[in-house]
């Protein structure tokens, strides 16, 4: 199926690179005639309904049928367009659109080390739209490959670095998020609430500035770690997340502060080791402790710190260790551990959902390889992104038991929604769980795929599929 989000784009693209378009008057036709000419347009698709009257939807129809069926796109009804509406053979919107994209999934993908004229296309176009800053020289290299992934994350696609058609598509014949423009919107100050402040928090956790609670709420400790990190990368110290700061953030190339007494994901080590001997003997982490703090870890420490009512941060500074190293942690199993985290599922807020879409976003592209569970194969990321996003899930049942609601149109899945796919093998059922990212798409990984990919729902083959969508 084809995706509606770009249709009316791929038409009108299709128009923009042809270089034509109708702006002449329309001709005199009688109400009668100019009713059939909508009816026919309307069971092709190219009109929503018919009115009797000419005006620019009736023009607009008519100039996207024509292209379609390549005619010239006058937005007239001429004589050559007439007899082929009334033809058996007239291309419908919906076929022409699907072929439209086939085109552009068919492409070869520009990769690092091409050098060839397409790539020099691509560098223009990545400028244009505020992506690239080097010089458009037909070689595929690292500052393009930077380009491309930081255009992919933004504009909601598979961040690999590689210009697919999908990715060229987006760019080309559809009109893109512009660089300046997603950091425009993704600034936010002191009284601000929303999921930017939620990210903002989240970075800057990341990067040692931010040791609070991530509310989506910018109060006075998300102003004082914002103005500390643009004292320490150079910049103005205002506590306003503008788009300055945002672009630093996103460069890879800003300061952190790495406190000595914190533990967090990509360490290594004795004190690791430590810390995921006591989670698994608290019964939050699932395997024996093995020194690397990977998501799996990140996940059971948010876990132990949720129940244990500490901030859910991931991390484990001196707070975290002492409880957990003390006779007062909780068990994960314990009855006081199991009514927080269900006080925290019956509190959960209105923009978790927001939150799942965006952290699972950003994983696109990355690796991840945890065990997983083979009758719930891509469980392991989705409750990454739930326990990440607040929502204290512990087994694969409690989203099977939640994702109650069959899918019969892919494209009412929204971003954050939670989908298991049923399928039935030869002596046993499986349910693959995924993460939707909106039109008709999904996210997710597997064992063996090891990375995190974007897919489209109607490209897993499955018998069943059920979402949890309920936000609140």
Known sequence: MFHRRIAAAVIAAALFLTGVGGAEAALSMASGDIRDLEDRLASLGYLEAADETFDEATRAALESFQQANGLSATGQ????????????????????????????????????????????????KLQEYGYFAGSPDGVFGDSTRAAVERFQMVNGLSVTGVADGMTLMRLLADVPITWQGFLSEMSCAAGDAGLNVYNLQRRLGEMGYFDGDCTGSYGDLTQRAVAQFQGDNGLEQTGVADAALWELIYSGSANTRRRADVVQLGDTGDRVELIQGRLYALGYLAREADGVFDRA????????????ELTATG??????????????????????AQERFTALLAGRDAGVQGRMADIALEL???????????????????????????????????????????????EEVAMGNILAFQTAGSDSVSMLLT??????????????????????????????????????
Do not use: H
Not at 365 to 376: C, H, R, S
Not at 389 to 398: K, M
Not at 437 to 449: D, H, L, M
């Open 77 to 124: 009804p001429d004589e050559p367009t007439l007899a082929m509406l009334r033809s058996g053979g007239a291309i419908a919107r919906q076929d022409y659109l699907r072929a439209f994209v086939q085109g552009y999934r068919d492409m070869a993908p520009l990769q690092q080390g091409d050098i060839k004229n397409q790539v020099q296309t691509l560098q223009l």
């Open 315 to 336: 991390r484990v500074g001196s707070d975290t260790l002492g409880l957990l190293q003390s006779e007062q942690a909780r068990a994960m199993g314990d009855a006081a």
């Open 297 to 308: 870890t990140e996940t059971a420490v948010r876990l132990f710190q949720m129940a244990n």
């Open 364 to 410: 696109v592209g990355t690796e991840f390889n945890v065990p997983d569970d083979p009758l719930y194969p891509g469980f392991a990321l989705v409750q990454y992104v739930c326990v990440a996003a607040g929502l204290p899930i512990t087994a694969p049942e409690a989203l099977i038991r939640l994702a109650d609601d069959p899918v019969e149109d892919p």
């Open 435 to 472: 993460v939707g990212a909106g039109e008709g798409r999904i996210i997710y990984t597997t064992p063996e795929i090891g990375w995190v990919v974007m897919s489209y729902i109607d490209q897993i083959d499955s018998a069943s599929v059920y979402r949890w969508a309920e936000a609140a």
